[in-house]
């Protein structure tokens, strides 16, 4: 507990000390210990390792290289509450420093396992620490946010920014995160349900992305019909001139009159 946590303190400060802390050979032994028995040797374990990983993208593919991101998921997975903390918050800084090292986290199945997190954690710090890290996964591009998307992680984020009973900093990561994937995201089953539950300021950035997919997508803008979105489309009260209302002139534009 005592070395792994020392390790921390001095990588924590520069890229620079993160470098000569990995150069000591560190990997693949300090991987083992996100599997000891001790949770606080696995909490350590995974705090050295965000302390590394947040400095560079270089010192993060070195972590993903060294199979640090599928460790690291396996052991958010076998514990629970704050020892599972300095985990989430790595895959967060690993995924975001390129679309790369998130397709990493994807591919080791990251993003099932933050998804838990959302929904089983009591704790809203940790809570929010799950849905900043899903933002910084699903950011990147429409295969990042499809990738968040299917699994079913939009709505309880939502619940969450809606909800009276989570903190500040909480709704506000979990807005952030919403943001970041929504403003990527053009895979349309997982939108629709937000346009029936969505406040005002997130309702405009997801009635965006149908006004950019469905002008290319004839076979999306059949099912939007078919679905009831175009219908619920018309019912949305826009300012005239504002942003909101451009993007619906756009995706009404995509229709004959007749339908519309």
């Given at each position: 507990?005592?070395?792994?946590?020392?390790l921390?303190?001095?990588a924590?400060?520069?890229?620079?000390l993160?470098?000569?802390?990995?150069e000591?050979?560190?990997?693949?032994?300090?991987?083992?210990?996100?599997?000891?028995?001790?949770?606080?040797v696995?909490k350590?374990?995974?705090?050295?390792?965000?302390?590394i990983?947040?400095?560079?993208?270089?010192l993060?593919?070195?972590?993903?290289?060294?199979?640090?991101?599928?460790?690291?998921?396996?052991c958010?997975?076998?514990?629970?509450?704050?020892?599972?903390?300095?985990?989430?918050?790595?895959?967060?800084?690993?995924?975001?420093?390129?679309?790369?090292?998130?397709?990493?986290?994807?591919?080791?199945?990251g993003?099932?396992?933050?998804?838990?997190?959302?929904?089983?954690?009591?704790?809203?710090?940790i809570?929010a620490?799950?849905?900043?890290?899903?933002?910084?996964?699903?950011?990147h591009?429409?295969e990042?946010?499809?990738a968040v998307?299917v699994?079913?992680?939009?709505?309880?984020?939502?619940?969450?920014?809606m909800s009276?009973?989570s903190?500040?900093?909480?709704?506000?990561?979990?807005k952030?995160?919403?943001?970041?994937?929504?403003q990527?995201?053009?895979y349309?089953?997982?939108?629709e349900?937000?346009?029936?539950?969505?406040p005002?300021?997130?309702?405009?950035?997801?009635?965006g992305?149908?006004?950019?997919?469905?002008?290319?997508?004839?076979?999306?803008?059949?099912?939007?019909?078919?679905?009831?979105?175009l219908?619920?489309?018309?019912?949305?009260?826009?300012e005239?001139?504002?942003?909101?209302?451009?993007?619906?002139?756009?995706i009404?534009?995509?229709?004959?009159?007749?339908i519309?």
């Amino acid at each position: 507990r005592q070395v792994l946590s020392a390790l921390s303190e001095i990588a924590k400060h520069s890229v620079d000390l993160a470098e000569m802390v990995v150069e000591a050979e560190i990997f693949p032994v300090v991987l083992t210990c996100l599997k000891d028995k001790d949770e606080y040797v696995k909490k350590n374990a995974s705090t050295l390792i965000r302390e590394i990983a947040k400095h560079t993208p270089e010192l993060s593919q070195l972590i993903v290289n060294a199979g640090g991101v599928a460790a690291m998921i396996d052991c958010i997975g076998s514990c629970k509450g704050n020892i599972r903390l300095p985990g989430i918050m790595m895959l967060g800084y690993v995924a975001a420093h390129s679309e790369n090292l998130a397709m990493a986290v994807i591919i080791s199945k990251g993003v099932p396992q933050l998804s838990v997190c959302l929904s089983e954690e009591p704790e809203n710090h940790i809570k929010a620490a799950a849905a900043w890290a899903l933002g910084q996964i699903g950011r990147h591009t429409p295969e990042h946010a499809r990738a968040v998307a299917v699994t079913n992680t939009l709505p309880v984020l939502l619940s969450l920014y809606m909800s009276r009973e989570s903190s500040e900093d909480l709704q506000i990561k979990s807005k952030k995160a919403i943001k970041n994937i929504l403003q990527k995201c053009t895979y349309l089953p997982a939108l629709e349900p937000f346009l029936y539950d969505a406040p005002p300021n997130i309702l405009k950035h997801v009635v965006g992305q149908f006004s950019k997919v469905l002008p290319h997508d004839s076979k999306a803008r059949r099912l939007f019909v078919i679905s009831g979105g175009l219908k619920k489309v018309q019912e949305i009260k826009a300012e005239p001139g504002s942003l909101l209302q451009e993007y619906i002139n756009s995706i009404n534009n995509c229709y004959p009159e007749e339908i519309v």
